[in-house]
T-cell receptor, first 114, second 115 residues
Framework: KAGVTQTPRYLIKTRGQQVTLSCSPI?????VSWYQQTPGQGLQFLFEYFSETQRNKGNFPGRFSGRQFSNSRSEMNVSTLELGDSALYLC?????????????FGPGTRLTVL | AQKVTQAQTEISVVEKEDVTLDCVYE???????LFWYKQPPSGELVFLIRRNSFDEQNEISGRYSWNFQKSTSSFNFTITASQVVDSAVYFCALSEPTGANNLFFGTGTRLTVIP
């Protein structure tokens, strides 16, 4: 099985712009979660989607949003980018929602905001 | 609120030495799940183990072993006979029991194994 894929792998944007990141889960997986990793804050949960519905959301401003399509692929969008949004954004997929189901992580998208 | 503390920021050991990575957690839930993940330089988090709060048995998998102690809220990870390939950042994480995939991660411990 192919693993979780994330595109693009690297991205450079300027303040005020918006960005869309994509995540393709492992085939058959219906749950997709997003995490932000920064040197200062570490790994923080952004949100989780299951069957096109947002199940859970972390403590991030409304500039961070996401969606999931019927084929389980997910996108996350960040509007009005700030310097502090520079981070590695990781996507994880699992077959079902819930901690009993192992999450498989993708390689991440490294976003740099100038 | 959930919290995971990994007090060791960086550890260096010489190859073949044993090393223990500490993890202390806080939660008000009686049911919860604990995880360890490895993040090599490539950036991808690799799942190592999951343990639920009702299972305090220690676990051994090859050179890896885990010691879960509810009495001290600790879930420590030991690598025996470390190898250079073990060099990575290791994260301990805690999950809510609500059925959601929301992991609370510690700040990670960077392990460097020197040949």
């Amino acid at each position: 099985k192919a693993g979780v894929t994330q595109t693009p792998r690297y991205l450079i944007k300027t303040r005020g712009q918006q960005v869309t990141l994509s995540c393709s889960p492992i085939s058959g997986h219906r749950s997709v979660s997003w995490y932000q990793q920064t040197p200062g804050q570490g790994l923080q949960f952004l949100f989780e989607y299951f069957s096109e519905t947002q199940r859970n959301k972390g403590n991030f401003p409304g500039r961070f949003s996401g969606r999931q399509f019927s084929n389980s692929r997910s996108e996350m969008n960040v509007s009005t980018l700030e310097l502090g949004d520079s981070a590695l954004y990781l996507c994880a997929s699992s077959s079902l929602a819930g901690p009993l189901n192992e999450q498989f992580f993708g390689p991440g998208t490294r976003l740099t905001v100038l | 609120a959930q919290k995971v503390t990994q007090a060791q920021t960086e550890i260096s050991v010489v190859e073949k030495e044993d090393v223990t990575l500490d993890c202390v957690y806080e939660t008000r839930d009686t049911t919860y799940y604990l995880f360890w993940y490895k993040q090599p330089p490539s950036g991808e988090l690799v799942f190592l183990i999951r343990r639920n709060s009702f299972d305090e048995q220690n676990e051994i998998s090859g050179r890896y072993s885990w010691n879960f102690q509810k009495s001290t809220s600790s879930f420590n990870f030991t690598i025996t006979a470390s190898q250079v390939v073990d060099s990575a950042v290791y994260f301990c994480a805690l999950s809510e029991p609500t059925g959601a995939n929301n992991l609370f991660f510690g700040t990670g411990t960077r392990l460097t194994v020197i040949p």
